[in-house]
């Protein structure tokens, strides 16, 4: 059974850095991305990377402060969150699998999703 298994959230200051990752029990899935959900409000895009080129996408308020990242050989995906914010706590979800052409900050497109992991900023 496919599983994406997230890891690394916490509670930090902010400021503060955290870095999740995502490991997948399958290998082949061509995009694998980082969504977040905060409690009444709808899932929303973080970034995504080509698990065939490495090419990357943001949302932007992830850019210049998020870097996904993959590692190929481990199934395993990063998302390194620096200069978090408050508006950043929520609970972050790893998905992966996005049939080619459609658009990767859109949740529902995305075939497989971990349980995720909750990253909280407070002061």
């Known amino acids: 059974q496919a599983q994406l298994t997230e890891a690394g959230g916490g509670s930090v200051q902010p400021g503060g850095s955290l870095r999740l990752s995502c490991v997948a029990s399958f290998a082949g899935s061509n995009f694998m991305a980082w969504f977040r959900q905060a409690p009444g409000k709808d899932r929303e895009a973080v970034a995504a990377?080509?698990?065939?080129?490495?090419?990357?996408h943001y949302s932007e308020s992830a850019k210049g402060r998020f870097t996904i990242s993959l590692d190929n050989a481990k199934n395993t995906v990063y998302l390194q969150m620096n200069g978090l914010k408050q508006e950043d706590t929520a609970m972050y979800y790893c998905?992966?699998?996005?049939?080619?052409?459609?658009?990767?900050?859109?949740?529902?497109?995305?075939?497989?999703w971990g349980q995720g992991t909750q990253v909280t900023v407070s002061s």
């Open positions: 998905a992966a699998d996005l049939p080619y052409g459609s658009d990767w900050s859109e949740p529902g497109y995305f075939a497989y």
């Open positions: 990377i080509s698990t065939d080129d490495y090419t990357t």
